[in-house]
């Protein structure tokens, strides 16, 4: 079956603390659907730095695939300040502070430290998210399913 590519071809950037569960519902997107995203640089393994972001992007539209990227919030500020990239903005963000304390153990590979350092910016960032307009829509991860659902209505609105 010949893929379905959503209407709205901007690059999608999904944004949200670490460990609030983003590569998770991404991954299904590209699963669902092949042949339909790429994303320029695996976000298993490092954000894509802005400049590359730039340089690729345009690419990677021309051969009609949509472009979704995972950054971080701070990458968000710097994607959003440059003026050649339109994209859709999406937050996802945790069902409750606890939870989010308890998906960054749970994925066991930080340091007591580091999770405590992820915690404090994700207070940082969620009020970011909340306060500032922007986002196109917050996502909540609650029930994975549920989230996934949302953030593919979303894309293919
Ligand atoms: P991120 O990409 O935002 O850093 P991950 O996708 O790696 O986060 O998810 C962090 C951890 O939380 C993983 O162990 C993942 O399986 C788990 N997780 C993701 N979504 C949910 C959910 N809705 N409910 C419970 N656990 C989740």
Redesign the pocket.
Known sequence: MAPTPPQDRRPIVIS?P???????PIQKLFHAHPDTFTTTISHTTRKPRVGEVDGTIADQTAKGLVIVL?IDVQGVKQVKASPDIDARYVFIKPPSFEKLEA?LR??GTEREEDVLKRLVRAKVELKYANTLDIFDIIVV????EW?YRELEEYVFR
């Open positions: 949200g670490s460990g609030v569960g983003k590569g998770t995972d998906r749970s994925r991860n609650d029930d994975l989230a």
